[in-house]
């Protein structure tokens, strides 16, 4: 079964706009995070935000914000302000705390297109 | 933060050939190190996991004989692809973790750039 949902394979939003991406989850796990990471063309992965199963706030760092919504497990990305450097890959990720290596796994990412 | 090389950043080989991939922990020690794969337009993929020191664990699907992972200390691991064939092209990304205490919930993963793998 697949434990990150990315449903939006594609986004398209115009500079300075805010724009949403989904990510829905799946595990029977209490403890777990969930991480939103960037990938531009280059390949490296740019780590943004982060959020524990017991936050109780939503993370929030700089333009990104991250709206938790754990009845309905998901964990979309919230980027204010898109700006033209922002077109990038985009992945979902999360980490089991209580299996083997705590190992992350990711979604199939959704390609953000910001345009001018 | 946490600076995690790889070397090669990108590698052709002939077909049958092997190559490695090194994957260093600059800054910190790892603990476990990761190997993912990703093909073109694709997500990352979970290869295996290494612990410093011990034998790697590999996911469903990844055959150990062909890609082999050797974490020999706590700050490099490599990952040798045997009798290379183009199928095997892909970008490999490592990924370095060390555990601590306050730190289990956070974001202590941190990635190499990344090797692109070309066989010919």
């Known amino acids: 079964a697949q434990k990150i949902t990315q449903t939006q394979p594609g986004m398209f939003v115009q500079e300075k706009e805010a724009v949403t991406l989904d990510c829905t989850y799946d595990?029977?796990?209490?403890?777990?995070?969930l991480f939103w990471y960037k990938q531009p063309s280059s390949g490296e992965m740019i780590f943004l935000i982060y959020?524990?199963?017991?936050?109780?706030q939503n993370a929030t760092e700089g333009r990104y914000s991250l709206n938790f919504q754990k009845a309905r497990k998901s964990a979309n990305l919230v980027i204010s302000a898109s700006q033209l450097g922002d077109s990038a890959m985009y992945f979902c990720?999360?980490?089991?705390?209580?299996?083997?290596?705590?190992?992350?796994?990711f979604g199939t990412g959704t390609r953000l297109l910001v345009s001018p | 933060g946490a600076v995690v090389s790889q070397h090669p950043s990108w590698v052709i080989c002939k077909s049958g050939t092997s190559v490695k991939i090194e994957c260093r922990s600059l800054d910190f020690q790892a603990t476990t190190m990761f190997w993912y794969r990703q093909f073109p337009k694709q997500s990352l993929m979970l290869m295996a996991t290494?612990?410093?020191?011990?034998?790697?664990?590999?996911e469903q699907g990844v055959e150990k004989d062909k890609f082999l992972i050797n974490h020999a200390s706590l700050t490099l691991s490599t990952l040798t692809v045997t009798s290379a064939h183009p199928e095997d092209s892909s970008f490999y990304i490592c990924?370095?973790?060390?555990?601590?205490?306050?730190?289990?919930?956070?974001?202590?993963?941190?990635f190499g750039p990344g090797t692109r793998l070309t066989v010919t």
């Open positions: 990924s370095a973790r060390t555990l601590g205490g306050e730190q289990r919930f956070s974001y202590e993963q941190y």
């Open positions: 990720a999360m980490r089991e705390m209580n299996t083997g290596f705590q190992k992350l796994v």
């Open positions: 595990t029977s796990d209490q403890s777990y995070g």
């Open positions: 290494s612990n410093e020191g011990s034998k790697a664990t590999y």
């Open positions: 959020q524990g199963s017991y936050d109780e």
